[in-house]
């Protein structure tokens, strides 16, 4: 089993910025890509950001050029930093993990075995 714990979440104001941690923990030997995903009230839960262990990213067009997503794998931990933070960034963000071998582009929900709890993320107009 992996243990995925993800901190940073938070309120900020629109135009604000916030990095989101995932710490993970237990068998992570049997992972080896993680992503980021949100869910806004009433809403699917959608991509945001996804790494490979070969360092290929992708990300959702609604935050290419203000989202990085990195990883220290020294340190079993997946990073997401959030600039320019708009309103509708609203949402629970959630780390998740998986065993996959490709590109990041190919990676989709189900791809995804272990998931976090989930941090709150609020931006203010």
């Known amino acids: 089993q992996v243990q995925l714990v993800e901190s940073g979440g938070g309120l900020v104001q629109a135009g604000g910025s916030l990095r989101l941690s995932c710490a993970a923990s237990?068998?992570?030997?049997?992972?080896?890509?993680m992503g980021w995903y949100r869910q806004a009230p009433g809403k699917q839960r959608e991509l945001v950001a996804a790494?490979?262990?070969?360092?290929?990213?992708n990300y959702a067009d609604s935050v290419k050029g203000r989202f990085t997503i990195s990883r220290d794998n020294a340190k079993n931990t997946v990073y997401l930093q959030m600039n320019s933070l708009k309103p509708e960034d609203t949402a629970i963000y959630y780390c998740?993990?998986?065993?996959?071998?490709?590109?990041?582009?190919?990676?989709?929900?189900?791809?995804?075995?272990?998931w976090g709890q989930g941090t709150q993320v609020t931006v203010s107009s």
């Open positions: 998740a993990a998986a065993y996959f071998i490709g590109p990041s582009t190919r990676l989709t929900m189900t791809s995804f075995g272990y």
């Open positions: 237990g068998s992570i030997f049997s992972i080896n890509a």
């Open positions: 790494i490979t262990s070969g360092g290929s990213t």
